[in-house]
């Protein structure tokens, strides 16, 4: 069951503007999760009562999960996924 709304342990806002940050900089370089990091990231989002899959964001961070589980230097607030060292540029993904 999901939890109540109010109850939600937002994440800090420095937090988040320092996550944007991180993902925007991974943006610019170019720089991905591989593809099974990606679709493991998105397997625990899309299981977690804190999703919410019609938005395809996270209540607790409000990011657009599709989009953030990309991003390398990123992890999840409550650390069901981690920031990984698999980072590949995207031009050498197939
Ligand atoms: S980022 Fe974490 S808290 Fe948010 S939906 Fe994904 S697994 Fe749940």
New binding site residues.
């Given amino acids: 069951m999901l939890p109540p709304y109010e109850r939600v342990p937002k994440q800090p806002l420095k937090k988040r503007g320092k996550d944007l940050l991180n993902a925007s900089k991974d943006a610019l370089k170019g720089r991905r999760v591989s593809k099974e990091e990606y679709m493991e990231r998105l397997d ?2 899309y299981q ?1 009562p ?2 919410q899959k019609r938005m395809g964001t ?4 409000n ?1 657009v ?1 599709k989009i ?1 589980a990309l991003a390398p230097s990123v992890g ?3 650390d ?2 981690l920031p990984s060292n698999s980072g590949v540029e995207s031009s050498q993904e197939n």
């Fill in positions: 625990e989002c977690c804190y999703m996270c209540r607790l961070c990011c999960m953030k999840c607030p409550i069901k996924w």
